[in-house]
């Protein structure tokens, strides 16, 4: 590439550099900063504190809950997400008919907002209006509490899962129309069932697209902020907490904006730790055919 | 080659020129309107130019005087052609408006008139020294002075300073449901043994007693208010305050409160209540609007618990009001001077009391207040004194936990002594 083409490589890549910079890298960097500070309401004054909010982190059992339940949305989006997401995707190619219908109801909880989801199963979980205890009334069962402090986090899984297992679904479905057909059929000609034709030839060709998805599926998970806050708030006495959650009820509701940001760091280096080891996992020679 | 680059430098050319006239458009129209308003501005007896107001109030979203207050703009933009008001306000839930006049205030961005908290927010504005004290305007115009309930402005000062004038008040009450009552042979619950014999059988009979979310502060004020009375209150979680927070627990046992009340939202308890599946509910006179048009609800103060010291005491203050900042502009600050009288005029005043809540400025009565509304003012004037809630006075981060912690007291997870202690220790770090 000679000089000329190089400026103008600069010159369209700047604006977004300069937006990243300024609202991304600027900002983490003075996170980082603050999270050494006593900063309360947003004012003026920072009191460096040196590894105070550290120091309280380690000991918040808040934010031991918050882990835990981090782990488990993870390990549920890896496993009911990109997993459900890979066995619908299996399920719907061996279908003859109404493969577009499937593909259309599978994809569609994506385009509804987080919140909206939120707003509807917090309603669906309310004791007195609620439709599960409808639901229950007309069997003739006695109403339950759904959201106790041992069930908050897994009843809030359910909907963050739904929403995007269809994302996977259509990811994965691309993926199988992608193998070449005369695989199967030589497959086919050998006497082959259903269930091995999925594990012994589609998932092993699909390993890249597996990578790919598990590591969105972490990241996803490390992010959910939405609909965990709407449905409980972090929960009964703080049992569906997660990091992004608490952080906000630090930063907003208790005006404390040093900790939170302790919390961010904290929320930043588990958010790189889960991805480098999820990367070693899945880190395999790429598969041509 | 010849025609690609020139291809090229047309392509440039006709973007440069879309940009341009996009640019120009805006800035044309601009200069139209402030001819029009100067010349406008000239025949008017004010000095004639153009000034801009920044307002900064917390009605916005779903509070209840919205529309009294963009009325209340607009006519006066209408009857002041040369001042344009610049609307910020923010709604107050989500702490969306704390976030923002605190943020302005740390950058020296405030807006020209505020209306905002009192309490410990006075402060966070007072350091900023950009605001107004209001002694000298009050002192120059009795006649305006004199429509504001003296004993309210006292309450209001901050390091014995005027910073903000009352506006709008609020109270908190015990809201109870007559129909449901009679219904039950019960008689009011005006002390504490007819509340609880309403929540002993209400929690029989299947009806919530007590519609409440644990997440919100309303009744857990009403109780410590009663147990600790006014001065007990101001010794921010004071190991006395345990047996109030002990009742907690214990109505939570009898079943008193929703089932879910600790996932359970503000909005979806007031909705119990309205519904009628809930007997009593203790909140704030903001609901009492939406309430006032069931005959059948009626509102009292909070019974005086056993040996409780708060007899007749109501939670209610006016928990906002009116700052303005310091101009050396004088157009400007004769403009933000005018806008805030008159938005504390009776006739305007009297448009927001329609609305509800309670008032530190004399108001025209709009006639259509219902009974309801006027009922909650009765109990406020027959009050033996009233004091703004806790969190008022202790920082946020201290309050926000020790409302959590009380979800755990009532689920028997932790006791009110540890509860009150830990609040404690916030409050002493953030004071620190």
């Not at chain 2, 005006?190 to 919530?208: H, L, P, R, Y």
Request: with cysteine.
């Amino acid at each position: 590439m000679n000089f000329k083409d190089k400026r103008y490589i600069v010159l369209f890549l700047s604006p977004t550099v300069i937006l990243l910079f300024a609202f991304l890298l600027y900002p983490l960097i003075q996170s980082v900063y603050y999270s050494f500070t006593d900063w309360y309401n947003f004012s003026n004054e920072k009191t460096f504190i040196g590894l105070d909010n550290y120091r309280q982190l380690v000991q918040d059992p808040v934010v031991g809950i918050a882990l835990r339940n981090t782990l488990i949305l993870t390990v549920g989006a890896i496993v009911l997400q990109a997993g459900g997401g890979l066995a619908l995707a299996l399920l719907t190619d061996s279908v003859k008919r109404g493969f577009k219908f499937f593909r259309t109801v599978y994809f569609f909880p994506i385009v509804i907002s987080g919140t909206a989801i939120g707003l509807m199963f917090s309603i669906i979980y309310n004791y007195d209006y609620g439709l599960l205890n409808a639901i229950m009334r007309a069997f003739g069962l006695p109403e339950q509490v759904w959201l106790t402090e041992h069930s908050s986090i897994y009843l809030v899984l359910f909907p963050i899962l739904w929403q995007y297992v269809g994302f996977y679904f259509v990811i994965f479905l691309t993926g199988i129309s992608k193998i070449p057909e005369d695989i199967y059929e030589s497959a086919q000609l050998d006497g082959i069932t259903g269930i091995q034709k999925a594990f012994k030839i589609t998932i092993p060709l699909l390993r890249d697209v597996i990578a790919s998805c598990l590591t969105l599926a972490t990241a996803g998970a490390l992010k959910v902020f939405d609909v965990v806050y709407i449905v409980t708030k972090g929960g009964p006495m703080n049992s569906s907490e997660l990091l992004s959650t608490y952080m906000y009820d630090k930063a907003f509701n208790g005006q404390n904006a040093g900790y939170a940001s302790t919390i961010v760091i904290a929320m930043m280096l588990l958010g790189i730790l889960i991805t480098v080891l999820l990367n070693k996992a899945v880190k395999k020679d790429t598969i041509s055919y | 080659m010849q025609i690609r680059k020139t291809s090229r430098k047309m392509t440039v050319s006709l973007l440069l020129v879309a940009l341009a006239g996009g640019l120009l458009a805006g800035c044309g129209s601009n200069n139209k309107d402030n001819a029009a308003s100067s010349t406008q501005g000239a025949s008017s007896s004010n000095s004639g130019k153009q000034v801009k107001l920044r307002a900064a109030t917390s009605f916005a979203g779903s509070d209840p005087w919205v529309s009294a207050w963009t009325d209340a703009v607009q006519s006066f933009q209408a009857a002041n052609p040369n001042i344009t008001i610049v609307d910020e306000s923010t709604p107050v839930n989500q702490e969306a408006l704390r976030t923002k006049v605190k943020a302005d205030a740390a950058t020296g961005n405030l807006a020209d008139v505020l209306f905002y908290f009192n309490g410990s927010e006075t402060k966070i504005l007072q350091e900023t020294n950009e605001i107004v004290s209001w002694e000298d305007e009050l002192a120059k115009d009795p006649e305006w002075a004199s429509t504001f309930n003296a004993a309210i402005l006292d309450k209001v000062k901050y390091e014995d300073k005027q910073y903000s004038l009352p506006y709008i008040g609020f109270y908190e009450g015990l809201f109870w449901n007559k129909e449901l009552f009679d219904k039950h042979q019960l008689e009011a619950p005006s002390t504490f043994d007819a509340f609880m014999k309403a929540v002993d059988t209400f929690a029989a009979n299947d009806i919530i007693p007590i519609a409440t979310s644990l997440t919100t502060p309303y009744i857990q004020e009403a109780l410590v208010l009663s147990q600790v009375g006014p001065e007990g209150q101001k010794l921010a979680y004071d190991p006395s305050w345990a047996p109030a927070l002990n009742l907690i627990k214990d109505l939570s046992d009898r079943n008193a409160f929703p089932r879910d009340a600790l996932t359970l939202d503000d909005d979806k308890a007031q909705a119990l209540f309205s519904g009628g599946k809930a007997a009593m509910m203790f909140n704030g006179s903001w609901t009492a609007v939406g309430l006032s048009s069931n005959p059948a609800i009626q509102i009292a103060p909070f019974p005086l618990v056993p040996s409780g010291k708060g007899e007749n005491m109501i939670v209610s203050g006016f928990g906002s009001g009116w700052y303005m900042k310091k101009n050396d502009d004088q157009a400007q600050y004769a403009a933000a001077l005018s806008f805030v009288k008159y938005m504390t005029s009776p006739e305007v005043a009297g448009k927001f009391a329609a609305v509800g809540g309670t008032y530190a400025v004399k108001t025209t009565d709009m006639g259509t207040t219902a009974p309801l509304l006027k009922a909650g003012n009765e109990m406020v004037a027959q009050a033996k004194d009233f004091v703004m809630p806790i969190d008022s006075f202790v920082s946020r981060e201290s309050y926000t936990d020790f409302l959590k912690g009380l979800g755990y007291l009532a689920y028997g997870k932790k006791t009110a002594e540890e509860v009150l202690a830990q609040a404690k220790k916030l409050s002493d770090r953030n004071q620190g």
